[in-house]
């Protein structure tokens, strides 16, 4: 029994030294375990501190881009009313000139047409070119009932309308005064250095303009109806007066004013110009 006993206290010595560094490695374990949870717990602070700095810097560059996108926008807005300012000061200009050029061009006319008078006799109350038309019309065989026949918003002008137009000797248009441009329906300007056919009405016989050029170029006044054409497809009618501009024995371009006509001569000008090519 004693022996016995001996064995059993040395197996539980070895066991309680065994235990015992059982322990102190567990402790050892514990210890690192902690310090490992310790910087975890620091890399994680640092990581929400920095993720939290990301944020706020991302915020921040947010805030600041819409900042500068607003001011952007801002910028723009003005860069708009400054440059729709130079615009609207540049169409003014443009009419404030055509209307001082409009002043000289009409002061211009009545020279154009007293040169014209002591040159030729010609008299305003010159041949109504319907009347000129009318062994043309008498004598043809051609008919085009489509001409004119309706469908196009119409243009009426008013009656104290005066349309001005000035042309070189090819009929490109050097000068028109600002109502030609309103009822044209085209910008200030838009028209010059631009053939006056520019303006012409499709349905409009070339043998009305034939007799146009044929007197016009003798030297006479011509007088007519002419259906134009406006920038936009609108129809415009007008009783046309056309002659010759002079300068030292010499045409240099011809003059056109235009004024409103009466219903009558457009009806009978339908018809006429409807029997002729």
Known sequence: AGKGFAVVANEVKELSGITKEANQK?????????????????????????????????????????????????????????SKNFDQLTESSIQVRNESQEIDTIGKTFTFLLKMSNRNGEVLGSVDPLERLLPVVEASEFHAPERFAGGQQEVVLAEDDILISATDTRGMITFANNRFYEIAEY???????????????????????????????????????????????????????VFPCYEGGEIIGYMSIRTKPDRAAIAKSIEAYRLVV
């Open 26 to 82: 567990i402790a050892t374990t514990m210890k690192k375990i902690g310090e490992s949870i310790t910087n975890l717990s620091k890399s994680i602070e640092q990581s929400v501190q920095k993720m939290q700095e990301s944020i706020d810097t991302v915020t921040t560059t947010r805030e600041s881009a819409a900042s500068i996108s607003e001011e952007t926008a801002g910028f723009s807005e003005q860069l708009q009313v400054t």
């Open 187 to 241: 910008g200030p300007g838009e028209l010059v250095g631009k053939p006056h056919n520019t303006i012409r009405h499709p349905d409009m016989p070339k043998t009305a303009f034939a007799d146009l050029w044929t007197t016009i170029k003798d030297g006479k006044l011509w007088q007519g109806y002419v259906a134009n054409a406006t920038k936009l497809g609108k129809i415009y009618w007008v009783k046309a007066m």
